[in-house]
């Protein structure tokens, strides 16, 4: 089985006026291919840092990083942002997605900046709305949607140019109980179809349907 | 899809879109209006100096055309040696001076101009005919107005006039026979033209065979300036100013003016770039975190920046046509006004537009829109996507 993320003592740190923050301290992990793994932990542990890392966009401060078999601890800003364009799949608690543009053009946005033609952009936006069940909502804007179709969109667009990696970020924390477990439902859909990820939750239900659950304090691995 | 989000950033916030292209738009008009200014009065004068197609103007040594009211001595002697110059096509000599009319108890006084009419180059006929005979007058519609008189009447007029006597001197009964429009004289001042020899013989022995002025029309082909040169070396009484000399003086003396186009124009262009900054600039701080999501996702760098631009640009090219008209508008405003100026010929514009004005406010425009683009557009592509994301979602 593939390795996806290889990440070898990942030690992430900030300057905070006279004072320094050890977000990560010394963090390794691997996450195979077609692996769901759930980080969970209290806040301010390193959850989120971490994932910034797996996501490229943030570096750590030492330590090795490889994702789909490449090292991205050191990348260009411009080579970082093309491998999140093509590798990295992202949704997060807020769900950000274009207020301007409805349900299908936020999902094209990535295909557009990844050069993809409009007739073919188009036809895969739409397999993924179909996908997510929102193919009927292709022309609203966010503002029509509710949360739970907001998160489907903005996993849409994760999905948009195949990524080897979905990152998720508190997926169903803007969520009500009932739409938080549609959510999960989908993420259990979108593994067993092959997609590798990592999701960051204090969600126990979210974190009960991965595969594997990493356990964070004090910005080390703790089982 | 950059150009979208830069469209629907702008709709957005429609109000405050508006009234920054209208704020732009004012800065515009102005902008618009230092640039016609700048320009205006000289591309105005010149059009003016070369309307009737006189290229050298030949005035006493060390004066400019009117400028005082010395004449040149042997006048007639300087027109038949013009005339004889193969470059020459028509030579006109105007006489300046006043002309009082006795009416009703009280005196009408008027520019008088001695010309030669068959080449004339100082009027218009508007309505009737040159004064051909000697005892025959044209005059402006201040002049007729202020003697109740028209076409075909008879006037009394005197070349003299002592305040302390009360007694006129030169005096002629003229024939009205024509309604004129004065060229290079103001738009209410009073002038009436009659033939250079009658308003010699009225001034006494003192203006015989006299000139204020000789303006020459050179043959098509001809070289101005080497003629004037020419001239220049011959003639040793006269001062002899080709149209492109008469501007460099209008320059010289207008050049203040020039300055203050151009600083005023700087300024209106800063106050658009200041306020298309600061709109930008806000807007991209409202959505600072859309914009960190995008750099997430993958989209590049410089399309960022690219969108922002298009941004600023749009809001300075949607002003641009409000601002040209209004810039017309006010150009013609303030010209009305200007134009009531004493002294000032009718036909001096002050604010005159020309496509280049408009192309190059337009073109400064354009550039400000850029520019004005550049510290937002850096500003929302330069942010640490990671912490802009977390502070984010703190707030």
Not at chain 2, 54 to 75: M, N
Not at chain 2, 83 to 104: C, D, K
Not at chain 2, 291 to 313: F, H, N, Y
Request: aromatic share 4%.
């Amino acid at each position: 089985m593939t390795t996806i993320v290889d990440a070898r003592a990942l030690v992430r740190e900030y300057r905070m006026g006279e004072e320094i923050v050890h977000a990560l301290r010394g963090v390794s992990l691997a996450v195979q291919e077609r692996e769901h793994v759930a980080i969970v932990g209290p806040s301010g542990c390193g959850k989120s840092t971490l994932l910034n890392l797996l996501g490229v966009i943030d570096r750590p401060t030492s330590g090795e990083l490889s994702i789909a078999g490449q090292r991205v601890d050191r990348l260009s800003d411009a080579r970082a942002t093309d491998f999140r364009l093509r590798r990295i799949g992202f949704v997060f608690q807020r769900f950000y997605l274009m207020q301007a543009l409805t349900a299908r053009e936020n999902v094209e946005l990535p295909l557009a900046e990844a050069g993809m033609g409009g007739t073919e952009r188009r036809d895969r936006a739409l397999e993924l709305l179909d996908y997510v069940g929102l193919r009927k909502r292709e022309r609203h804007r966010p503002s029509q949607l509710s949360g739970g179709e907001q998160q489907r969109v903005a996993i849409a667009r994760a999905l948009a140019n195949r990524p080897a990696l979905l990152l998720a970020d508190e997926p169903t924390g803007e969520l009500d109980a009932r739409t938080g477990a549609e959510m999960i439902a989908l993420f259990e859909r979108l593994n067993a179809d092959g997609t590798t990820i990592v999701v960051v939750t204090h969600d126990e239900e979210l974190a009960r349907a991965a595969k594997r659950v990493v356990h964070m304090r004090d910005g080390e691995i703790v089982g | 899809m950059i150009a979208t989000l830069a469209f629907a950033s702008l709709r957005r916030h429609r109000a405050r879109t508006a009234l920054a292209v209208l704020g732009v738009a004012v800065s515009a008009a102005m902008l618009l209006d230092m640039v016609m200014l700048s320009s205006g009065m000289r591309e105005s004068f010149r059009g003016l100096l070369l309307s009737q197609g006189f290229q050298l103007r030949l005035s006493p040594k060390g004066t400019l055309p009117f400028d005082t009211e010395a004449t040149i001595r042997a006048a007639d002697s300087l027109v038949a040696l013009l005339r004889a110059r193969p470059t020459v096509e028509a030579v006109s000599p105007v006489l300046g001076g006043q002309l009082h009319f006795p009416v009703a108890g009280a005196t009408v006084t008027s520019t008088a101009l001695g010309v030669d009419p068959a080449v004339q180059g100082d009027y218009e006929l508007v309505a009737g005919r040159n004064p051909v005979a000697p005892d025959e007058i044209v005059a402006n519609d201040a002049v007729l107005r202020a003697l109740g008189r028209s076409i075909g009447d008879t006037v009394r007029a005197a070349s003299g006039y002592d305040p302390q006597l009360r007694t006129l001197s030169g005096q002629r009964v003229l024939r009205i026979v024509g309604r004129v429009r004065f060229v290079y004289l103001a738009l209410d001042q009073r002038a009436a033209a009659l033939p250079i020899g009658t308003l010699r013989a009225m001034n006494g022995p003192g203006a015989t065979d006299r000139a204020s002025l000789v303006m020459v029309r050179l043959r098509q082909g001809a070289d101005v300036e080497r003629e004037r040169e020419a001239l220049l070396a011959q003639l040793r009484t006269v001062t002899v100013i080709s149209t492109s000399e008469a501007l460099r003086q209008v320059d010289e003396r207008l050049s203040y003016f020039r300055q203050l186009a151009v600083i005023l124009g700087a300024v209106s262009l800063v106050v658009g770039f200041l306020l298309v900054t600061t709109l930008v600039t806000v807007s991209v701080n409202e959505r600072i975190g859309e914009i960190s999501v995008m750099r997430a996702i993958g989209v590049r760098r410089w399309r960022v920046v690219a969108q922002i631009l298009l941004e600023s640009s749009v809001i300075m090219l949607a002003a641009s046509p409000i601002g040209l008209a209004l810039g017309l508008v006010t150009a013609r405003w303030l010209n009305s006004i200007l134009a009531r100026f004493p002294g000032l010929p009718e036909r001096i514009d002050f604010f005159l537009f020309q496509p280049s004005a408009a192309w190059t406010a337009l073109g400064l425009l354009a550039l400000c829109g850029v520019l004005a683009g550049v510290y937002p557009s850096w500003r929302g592509a330069s942010q640490p996507i990671a912490t802009t994301l977390r502070q984010e979602a703190v707030g």
